[in-house]
């Protein structure tokens, strides 16, 4: 489960002064479902979910992951959810099985239940082929394999995902999507930020549009329609940003 | 702290680093295999060249001397000279090189002689050209035989001893060890170079674990992991620690091989080289082995601090382009304090004590000298050790800042 409360993060830049690129975000998501964070580039999703993994801390505000606090306990933060991004890649110089170990070691597995999962993991990705190549000689797709089996190896409870398909061609992106709804049917608590409004629409349980830093609209696909009048989620999402439209009495 | 987080950081960077063709090139090829050939290649050169400079006899001009067949003769019958006719142009053809050397003497050079007198010799040379050199040399050497010989003959002319103007005799004799005398010799060299091989031991993992992550995307996967702060960062120096140290050690040990065999190769004298060694009872009979050794563990808080200093400078570079363009200068840096070391006078004191690198510059001319200052040996360890423990909590504190690892 995440609980977000009040999230607030403060940048201080000689140029451009005080930056908010998060302000007073609060959001809620439970196991089995998928919440997904909408907006435009430099809206504030990166540093939301990088509050979330304790990579940043909260200038105001807190969260609970898994249970445990943002602020208190990071480090059970951090081993109990798996993180995905276009900006978290991998060490080219090792191979995919070093690099799941190596993660898997990190946290705290032992070298027969890294040896499981693994297996386990190559069976339902399909990477036995590659598993003892180097990661740079790989294709996208088996970059994208390879970074998911790392996500999943401590089989976390929650999965934060921050642009993941980003870059990647149909074939990668669907293996990622498909992913998505494997973690949501395990009973995981997820959250997928994007600035795609289909895969928004195909995936998520919840949406959250953020602009600006702040969360401007929460609800169902079906809330938000309802609310604002409107069909297309892209719409929906203008009318939001641009504060042009006004949610349905 | 968990060690065992520290060491899985550690040899999944150690696997990571001994696949990297840069740092494997920094680490293992430089040492073993480029400062050698370096050595070799520049001793080969230089004594071809001296050979080939020693092989040649000198073009020499003698200037004046019409009325004085008898210094003239002597000087075109010398082997180890060529006389060529005179001209005016003697200077340009000196600086061209057409001419080794030049040497000028009165019309009645032979009648001064007879008479007793006193006369000037003037000898023309290129200052820094070695042939040049080689010329005057010989020409320092005719002139002092020929002169002995004058001398001689006058004393006998008047029945004097030899003695009269040789009342005593002066011999020097060394009472220093080889190795003082090496110490002396090479001492500075020695701290200069380890110096130079820790910093650029740890230079590339150090950019390599930091900016280069940063580049690659790899350190917001890795901070993503449960792993501490801390731990990640002791991990990561450990392996760039590792890096200047083995740097160090494998240059010591190519050296240690390579440069008697390249003495033996070059001095065309294998077996009094050997002997030499053997009575020496090491393959460095000019330096200390204790001291050497000792050198080396006076450089380990040296390589700790490098690492833990390169690792923070690194730390706030976005790419690793950017990163080499920072950590690089300070080689300059690091050079000055160890070049200082080799200055003559410059001698170690209770306050270059506490002066970063040039106190072990100092300290290490010494040991491998044989000289053992147990006092200011401990003062420059236990100051090395609290710089470089700084330097590593510098580099800590600096890896949880957020504006420091998301530099943007």
Redesign the interface.
């Known amino acids: 489960m995440i609980d977000a409360r009040h999230l607030t993060k403060v ?1 201080h830049d000689k140029k451009r002064g005080e930056i908010r690129a998060v302000d007073d975000v609060s959001f809620h998501c439970e196991p089995g479902r998928i919440y997904g964070l909408l907006g435009a580039n430099g809206a504030g999703k990166t540093t939301t979910l ?1 509050l979330l ?1 304790t ?3 909260p200038t105001v505000g807190d969260a609970t992951v898994a249970g445990y606090g943002v602020m208190t306990e990071p ?2 933060v ?2 109990s ?1 798996g ?1 995905l ?1 276009a ?8 191979t995919a099985r ?1 690099t799941i170990a ?2 898997g ?4 597995m032992d070298d027969a239940l890294i040896a499981t999962r693994t297996k386990l993991l190559a069976d339902e990705l399909e990477m036995h082929e590659f598993l003892d190549r ?1 990661v740079d000689k790989f294709s996208t797709g088996m970059k994208q394999k390879t970074s998911i089996a ?1 996500t999943l190896i401590h089989d976390p409870a929650v999965l934060i995902f921050d642009e993941p398909t980003l870059g990647l061609d149909v074939m990668a992106a669907r293996t990622i999507v498909r992913f998505v709804r494997d973690c949501r049917a395990r009973g995981k608590t997820v959250i997928y930020s994007t600035h795609i409004m289909s895969e928004v629409e195909k995936l998520c349980d919840t949406i959250g549009i953020i602009h600006d830093g702040r969360l401007l609209a929460t609800g169902t696909l079906e809330e938000l329609r309802t609310r604002f009048a409107e069909n297309d989620l892209e719409e929906i999402f203008v009318k939001i940003v641009t504060g042009s439209g006004k949610a349905a009495a | 702290m968990k060690t065992r ?1 520290i060491l ?2 550690y040899f ?1 960077e150690l ?2 680093t001994l ?2 063709k840069r740092t494997i090139i920094t680490m293992f090829v430089i040492p073993t295999v480029v400062m050698p050939a370096i050595i070799f290649g520049f001793g080969f050169v230089a004594s071809k060249v001296v050979r080939q400079a020693r092989a040649e006899t000198p073009t020499v001009m003698i200037l004046g001397a019409a009325a004085s067949p008898e210094v003239r003769a002597a000087l075109e019958a010398s082997p180890r000279l060529r006389i060529v006719p005179a001209g005016d142009d003697y200077r340009v053809r000196i600086s061209e090189k057409r001419l080794r050397a030049a040497v000028e003497l009165p019309d009645d050079f032979d009648a001064a002689l007879a008479r007793g007198e006193t006369a000037q010799v003037r000898i023309y040379h290129y200052e820094g050209e070695i042939k040049s050199g080689f010329a005057a040399g010989e020409l320092d050497r005719f002139f002092r035989d020929y002169r002995e010989k004058a001398i001689q003959a006058r004393l006998d002319a008047r029945g004097l001893p030899a003695a009269l103007i040789k009342p005593f005799d002066v011999a020097r004799q060394n009472v220093a060890p080889p190795e003082k005398v090496g110490g002396a010799i090479i001492g500075g060299f020695i701290p200069y170079i380890i110096i130079l091989l820790c910093f650029t031991g740890a230079m590339y993992p150090a950019m390599d674990l930091t900016a280069g992550e940063k580049e ?3 350190m ?9 702060r801390t731990e990640l960062v002791l991990g990561k120096f450990l392996m760039v620690l590792t890096g200047s140290l083995s740097t160090v050690v494998l240059a010591g040990v190519s050296s240690a091989i390579t440069i008697p065999l390249g003495g033996m190769f070059f001095s065309r004298s294998a077996s009094a080289v050997a002997a030499n060694a053997a009575a020496s009872g090491g393959t460095m009979p000019l330096i200390d082995p204790l001291g050497l050794m000792a050198s080396f563990v006076m450089v380990l808080p040296v390589a700790v601090l490098f690492a833990a200093a390169i690792f923070t400078i690194a730390l706030f570079a976005k790419s690793y382009k950017e990163a080499q363009s920072t950590v690089s200068p300070l080689i300059v840096v690091v050079i000055l304090p160890a070049l200082a070391g080799m200055l003559p006078g410059v001698e170690l004191n209770a306050k270059l004590a506490l002066v970063p690198l040039l106190n072990v510059s100092l300290v290490c001319k010494e040991l491998v000298s044989g000289v053992f200052h147990w006092d200011l040996l401990a003062l420059i360890f236990g100051s090395t050790c609290v710089y470089a423990a700084a330097a590593l909590a510098l580099a800590v504190r600096m890896f949880n800042r ?2 420091v690892i ?1 530099r943007t």
Not at chain 1, 105 to 108: A, D, E, S, T
Not at chain 2, 222 to 227: A, F, G, K, Q, R
Request: proline share 2%.
């Open positions: 940048f990088r993994a990579l940043l801390k480090s059970k951090r081993a959810l993180f991004a900006s978290t890649a991998l060490y080219g110089r090792l070093e190596y993660f070691k990190l946290n705290g180097r790392r | 987080d899985t950081v999944k696997r990571d696949r990297d690659r995307g790899t917001e996967t890795i901070l993503c992991s449960p792993i501490g957020e504006d998301f």
